[in-house]
């Protein structure tokens, strides 16, 4: 139980971990290639920062489930 307990908290800071260095990668993107791009109300890095942030952190999650709960 406890070591099932690690592995979804390692999961979910793998997920957030990588969520933000998507949102840096996306805002540094969006503030400097992509600045009339408009999503969820914002413009510019604000928006590419939220996707890239979604994006990183399903990423992360993704991953961390593989290397966490893949059958050895």
Do not use: C, H, P
Not at 29 to 43: L, P, T
């Amino acid at each position: 139980m406890l070591k099932t307990t690690l592995r979804v908290f390692f999961m979910l800071v793998i997920g957030f971990v990588l969520g933000v260095i998507g949102l840096f990668i996306a805002m540094y993107i969006g503030g400097n290639y992509a600045e009339d791009f408009v999503f969820n109300g914002v413009r510019g890095y604000e928006a590419t920062g939220q996707i890239g942030f979604i994006l990183g952190g399903a990423i992360g999650l993704i991953s961390g489930w593989w290397f966490l709960f893949k059958k050895r």
